[in-house]
């Protein structure tokens, strides 16, 4: 289980996008980082962070449908799972992350954000979200 000082890098996938959230030191709290772009510097990107945040555990939004299966969004998680993550011989949580976009972007709404400054975040705040969640169960 968690102690302290390790932190939880949170992971929302996106064909064009990564959002990124990480735990607090304490394990209280989550917070949204910059995202980033799921291009060929993708592997040195997790892999600075990893380092930046001495990162102990990935979390992953695990995309199922509505009704709990888990579909072709999954599919591609866990492709990118095995391609991406393994090689950092971390643990691997799945995190539910059924309705974390609409959520935040409802949140981002109410805050009077613009369509491009939600758009710029949406990612990493849903990462946060989702990862804030897990937190909480843990």
């Known amino acids: 289980m968690k102690t ?24 209280i709290t989550a917070q949204a980082l910059k995202p980033i772009p799921n291009n060929r510097d993708l592997e040195k990107n ?3 962070l990893v380092k930046t945040y001495e990162v102990s555990d990935f979390v992953v939004g695990w995309p199922l449908n509505m009704d709990g299966s888990a ?21 691997i949580h799945k995190s539910d992350e059924r309705g974390s976009t609409k959520a935040v972007e409802r949140q981002m709404i109410a805050w009077d954000l613009t369509r491009a400054k939600r758009k710029e975040s949406i990612d990493s705040a849903a990462a946060a979200f989702f990862l804030q969640g897990f937190m909480d169960k843990a």
């Open 4 to 27: 302290e000082g390790q932190r939880y890098l949170a992971i929302d996938y996106g064909q064009r996008r990564i959002g990124i959230a990480v735990s607090d030191p304490l394990f």
């Open 71 to 91: 579909g072709e969004a999954c599919e591609k998680v866990a492709f990118f799972i095995e391609k991406h993550l393994k090689n950092f011989n971390l643990p």
């Open 46 to 48: 997790l892999s600075d």
